[in-house]
């Protein structure tokens, strides 16, 4: 596994640039025809460089070979200002041209359990298998200020080795359910992306990546993309109490 981390003055120079490297990386794979799978993270953090996808490659024409997947979603319907896909949707995928079929939410309005199995049954219908797990080209991925990722919280680390595909969580604060992709699948990827902003990351971003949290390991610790890369994209603020981490 590769690490970089990025660092950029401010959250639109680093989602204009983390823009560029998405489209890179799905222009590299369009030649070959294959399709270019793309798991995305909720939360506010993704909406800048999802509007500024949308906005500046609206009319490109490699969305053709892009599947969506989330990461993880709300158990709100897809209206529900809560809502990942809803998020996305109004920030890019109604901006680009990219086919219905191959965006693949995960219904947050259903049963959280029987939805987990049905998106779990989604994703192996439309993912390459690799270790005997999808596999997805692009992971991105939010860092919550208690080192959660995805919607795996912390006390809730054995879903970095759970059997399933994707897992029923609950957010610790609000008791909401949660459908998110476990550990296997995240660390199965080729290319597992971090967009974190802002001060309030900060101590957390110093005790992933300075093992500043001494013997405690929060669920973002754990992403390790056993063959694949790991980047992660920061702007100044989340960056702010790194010693190492210094704007280069
Ligand atoms: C979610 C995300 C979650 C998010 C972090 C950071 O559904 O909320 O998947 O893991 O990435 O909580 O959220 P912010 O970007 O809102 O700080």
């Known amino acids: 596994m590769d690490t970089e981390i990025r660092i950029?003055?401010?959250?639109?120079?680093?989602?204009?640039?983390?823009?560029?490297?998405?489209?890179?990386?799905?222009?590299?794979?369009?030649?070959?025809?294959?399709?270019?799978?793309?798991?995305?993270s909720g939360?506010?953090?993704?909406?800048?460089?999802?509007?500024?996808?949308?906005?500046?490659?609206?009319?490109?024409?490699?969305?053709?070979?892009?599947?969506?997947?989330?990461?993880?979603?709300?158990?709100?319907?897809?209206?529900?200002?809560?809502?990942?896909?809803?998020?996305?949707?109004?920030?890019?995928?109604?901006?680009?041209?990219?086919?219905?079929?191959?965006?693949?939410?995960?219904?947050?309005?259903?049963n959280p359990e029987k939805e987990a199995m049905r998106y779990s049954e989604e994703i192996s219908m439309f993912t390459m298998k690799k270790n005997g797990w999808p596999f997805f080209n692009i992971i991105l991925?939010?860092?919550?200020?208690?080192?959660?990722?995805?919607?795996?919280?912390?006390?809730?680390?054995?879903?970095?080795?759970?059997?399933?595909?994707?897992a029923v969580a609950k957010h610790p604060d609000t008791d909401r359910n949660r459908i998110t992709l476990t550990g296997n699948v995240i660390n199965n990827a080729e290319t597992v992306i971090f967009v974190v902003t802002g001060k309030g990351k900060s101590q957390m971003i110093s005790n992933v990546l300075e093992n500043r949290g001494g013997r405690i390991k929060v669920p973002a610790s754990y992403?390790?993309?056993?063959?694949?890369?790991?980047y992660w994209y920061l702007d100044s603020g989340a960056a702010s109490k790194s010693d190492t981490l210094k704007l280069k």
């Open 8 to 40: 950029f003055p401010t959250p639109v120079l680093l989602a204009e640039s983390l823009a560029v490297e998405l489209v890179r990386i799905i222009k590299s794979h369009e030649s070959s025809g294959a399709p270019v799978s793309i798991a995305l």
């Open 141 to 166: 991925l939010g860092l919550g200020e208690d080192g959660h990722t995805a919607s795996i919280f912390p006390g809730n680390e054995r879903l970095f080795s759970a059997d399933e595909i994707c």
């Open 223 to 230: 992403v390790k993309p056993a063959d694949g890369e790991l």
């Open 43 to 110: 939360g506010n953090t993704p909406e800048l460089l999802f509007s500024i996808m949308g906005k500046n490659f609206s009319d490109s024409s490699f969305w053709k070979v892009v599947h969506f997947f989330w990461v993880d979603e709300r158990c709100v319907p897809p209206e529900d200002t809560e809502s990942n896909f809803g998020m996305a949707k109004s920030a890019l995928l109604d901006k680009i041209l990219i086919p219905g079929t191959n965006i693949h939410r995960i219904k947050g309005e259903e």
